[in-house]
């Protein structure tokens, strides 16, 4: 059974940092797509960074809505992928999912690409 556990989450303010941390258990890991993604009540799940595979290795993809704060980092040793976000906002505010397939190849750019899904954490960033 596929099971991804995220962590980091919580309470912050602009312009500060946090680093969310998946970690997965249940499948080998390195043959999986990874990513994570976000939701509010608003709006549907956003991918914002994923890694996928090219025949020249792994990869990053940051979505251009976060690129220059976000990155996406991924450890198969660990198994584990981290979402490290810097200078926060308002916006930001948000439930943060882990996310992950059993297609390895270019990083899939929807919700539906993705057969697991870890419970998600929340993300909370005050003015």
């Known amino acids: 059974q596929v099971r991804l556990t995220e962590s980091g989450g919580g309470s912050v303010q602009t312009g500060d940092s946090l680093r969310l941390s998946c970690v997965a258990s249940?499948?080998?890991?390195?043959?999986?797509?990874v990513a994570w993604f976000r939701q509010t009540s608003r709006e549907g799940r956003q991918l914002l960074a994923g890694?996928?595979?090219?025949?020249?290795?792994?990869?990053?993809y940051v979505d251009n809505s976060v690129k220059g704060r976000f990155t996406i980092s991924r450890d198969n040793a660990k198994r584990s992928v981290d979402l490290q976000m810097n200078s926060l906002e308002p916006a930001d505010t948000a439930v943060y999912f882990c996310?992950?397939?059993?297609?390895?190849?270019?990083?899939?750019?929807?919700?539906?690409?993705?057969?697991?899904w870890g419970r998600g954490t929340q993300v909370t960033v005050s003015p």
């Open positions: 996310a992950a397939r059993s297609t390895r190849g270019e990083v899939g750019l929807y919700a539906e690409n993705y057969q697991y």
């Open positions: 890694v996928g595979w090219r025949s020249s290795g792994d990869y990053e």
């Open positions: 249940g499948y080998n890991f390195r043959y999986y797509g």
